[in-house]
């Protein structure tokens, strides 16, 4: 047990990471089904798009920027990394979404959190960075 009160200098439990590498693969799943629906296009994806108010010209590069930002986060060297710059791409969602009034934003904030429990679950090195104190 840690006498400091935090998770900092805890060895890791196991269980907690591999809760994270499950929290990831989920998170990667969904993002990487997202760029693989933007790089197949199609009417409905078009439709959507359009309600956004985005040009069919950026379905590519959003689905290029998207798998490139999971392949990241799934690299161990580089997963905090992938981690912001998948933040960064969900503010731009939940931005795009606020932009033509459609406040259900929960779902990217839901996302935007559980890619980082998932990190922050498999990487005992960021506990000393996001200490979590337990109460006496």
Known sequence: MNTSGNMAGS????KLVWAGRVITLLIAL????SAMMKFKGGPEFG?????????????LPLAVLEITCVVVYLI???AVIGAILLTGYMGGA?????RIGDTFVVPHIVIALLLWLGIYLREPRLW?????RRTA
């Open 94 to 98: 939940i931005c795009t979404h606020l």
């Open 76 to 78: 161990p060297q580089t």
């Open 128 to 132: 000393a960075l996001i200490p979590f």
């Open 47 to 59: 439709e959507q798009s359009a309600k956004l108010g985005l040009p069919d010209s950026m379905r």
């Open 11 to 14: 060895t890791a439990n196991p």
């Open 30 to 33: 969904a993002f990487g089904m």
